[in-house]
């Protein structure tokens, strides 16, 4: 009930090309689905959220897909350059209660040139 | 700017040797956090706190300690580090009104010889 599962484990694309990574929750009551990029060597960092009241966000080149009903939900990242070549972490949690985030186990992406 | 600050970037200890991890923060935020996380892994939440509640997770090791002595400063004491501690610990802040993300630090990236 409270697992996050993530896929692929790890991507390679070729530059401009469109990286998809997939998440999927079985807890309803999760209500706010971050994603997160991490370098070797540095903390992760905020890459872009969404709230189930909404089926889709953009910001830049990243868009989440978000399915309710499905209880899915999916990175995309439209033309995506070398320096996008990092780890993608999905996460799930409540506003209420512990605060606490739910992390998917990852997916190591790498973008050539 | 603000921003959430880990110090020492880097600690060596030897097996069995305390060690002491800082975490210090300049957002104001009443909830911090203390990950674990190992090579390709996800970061594993150890405890956090919600003010000065302090809440532990029932698979934290009792070797981890923590303690906050005020809003801006965490500690992490490792009492008796093992080989199988060495991993990058990270440090999140939140606050905990609404849909905001987790600020996470650089880390601390622990070696036991």
């Known amino acids: 009930q409270q697992q996050v599962k993530q896929s692929p484990q790890s991507l390679i694309v070729q530059k401009g090309g469109i990286p998809i990574i997939n998440c999927a929750y079985e807890?309803?009551?999760?209500?706010?689905f971050p994603w997160y990029q991490q370098f070797p060597g540095k903390g992760p960092a905020l890459l872009i959220a969404?709230?189930?009241?909404?089926s889709e966000k953009k910001e830049g080149r990243f868009t989440i897909s978000f399915n309710k009903s499905a209880k899915q939900f999916s990175l995309h990242i439209m033309d995506s350059q070398p320096g996008d070549s990092a780890t993608y972490f999905c996460?799930?949690?409540?506003?209420?209660?512990?605060?606490?985030?739910?992390f998917g186990t990852g997916t190591r992406l790498k973008v050539l040139a | 700017d603000a921003m959430v600050i880990q110090n020492p970037r880097y600690q060596v200890t030897q097996f069995g040797k305390p060690v002491t991890l800082s975490c210090s923060q300049t957002?104001?935020?009443?909830?911090m956090y203390w990950y674990q996380q190992k090579s390709s892994q996800a970061p594993k939440l150890l405890f956090h706190?919600?003010?000065?509640?302090?809440?532990n997770e029932a698979d934290t090791p009792d070797n981890f300690q923590s303690r906050r002595p005020n809003t801006s400063f965490c500690f992490l004491d490792i009492r008796s580090p093992g080989l199988g501690d060495a991993a990058m610990y990270l440090c999140?802040?939140?606050?905990?009104?609404?849909?905001?993300?987790?600020?996470f630090g650089p880390g601390t990236r622990l070696t036991v010889l």
């Open positions: 957002l104001n935020h009443n909830v």
């Open positions: 999140a802040t939140r606050i905990s009104s609404g849909y905001n993300e987790q600020f």
């Open positions: 996460a799930a949690s409540g506003v209420s209660g512990t605060y606490k985030y739910i």
């Open positions: 807890n309803t009551a999760f209500d706010y």
């Open positions: 706190y919600y003010d000065k509640d302090f809440n």
């Open positions: 969404i709230r189930p009241d909404v």
